[in-house]
């Protein structure tokens, strides 16, 4: 089952702030993907990670795996109110056939 | 190219009543998903198929069945519904293993079960 915990729960910002939200796990990830989703949308894919300490970058977003592959973070610098959405990683069972998503961070970014 | 089509989108059931909600994509993808969403909770897997013919639990079963008789369509049934499945309804696909692909969702099922 799900084994990924996401902090925070929500997070406000004021517009051009950063923001980062992580997940972590108890045990090694084979990867880790993260989601976006927006207000009254469906979650989109933003990124996959597979690799100890891979370190992506989106324009302004910087995606993380930890070292141990234990955890990962993104992190938005300088928002902007188009950010404004759930964020939610998600991992894979180790047969690959399942999706466990994370609780999901809420940003919300005052202008 | 729809990608990920779900229907009905919106639907109000009373509680017993029995619905089915259907899942289409048009990418030929192997593997289908239908998860749901609950405020805090995050998305919970309900059920799963890695092909045509095949279907597997997830972490929230109960109450649901499914059936993927054809490649393209993955059908989610509620044979009597309970107020506690009022949620948002996610389908969702990918071509094959978890870490070769990305998920491409529908753009959701709202149902409330009164």
């Known amino acids: 089952g799900q084994q990924v915990m996401q902090i925070p729960q929500y997070q406000h910002v004021q517009e051009g702030e950063d923001f980062t939200t992580y997940c972590n796990s108890s045990?090694?990830?084979?990867?880790i993907q993260w989601y976006k989703q927006r207000p009254g949308g469906h979650p989109v894919f933003l990124i996959q990670?597979?690799?100890?300490?891979e370190v992506k970058k989106q324009k302004r977003l910087t995606f993380q795996f930890g070292e141990a592959k234990k955890n990962s973070s993104l992190h938005i610098t300088a928002t902007q109110t188009t950010d404004v959405g759930t964020y939610f990683c998600a991992e894979t069972s180790n047969t690959g056939n399942q999706f466990y998503f994370g609780t999901g961070t809420s940003l919300t970014v005052i202008p | 190219n729809a990608g990920v089509t779900q229907t009905p989108k919106f639907r109000v059931l009373k509680t017993g009543q029995s619905m089915t909600l259907l899942c289409a994509q048009d990418m030929n993808h192997e593997y289908m998903y239908w998860y749901r969403q609950d405020p805090g909770m995050g998305l919970r897997l309900i059920h799963y198929s890695v092909g045509e013919g095949t279907t597997a639990k997830g972490e929230v079963p109960d109450g649901y069945n499914v059936s993927r008789l054809k490649k393209q369509n993955f059908l989610l049934g509620l044979e009597s519904a309970a107020p506690s499945q009022t949620s948002v309804y996610f389908c969702?696909?990918?071509?094959?293993?978890?870490?070769?692909?990305?998920?491409?969702f529908g753009e959701g099922s709202r149902l409330t079960v009164l």
């Open positions: 045990t090694t990830l084979s990867n």
């Open positions: 990670l597979v690799k100890s300490g």
């Open positions: 969702a696909s990918t071509l094959g293993r978890g870490w070769n692909g990305e998920l491409f």
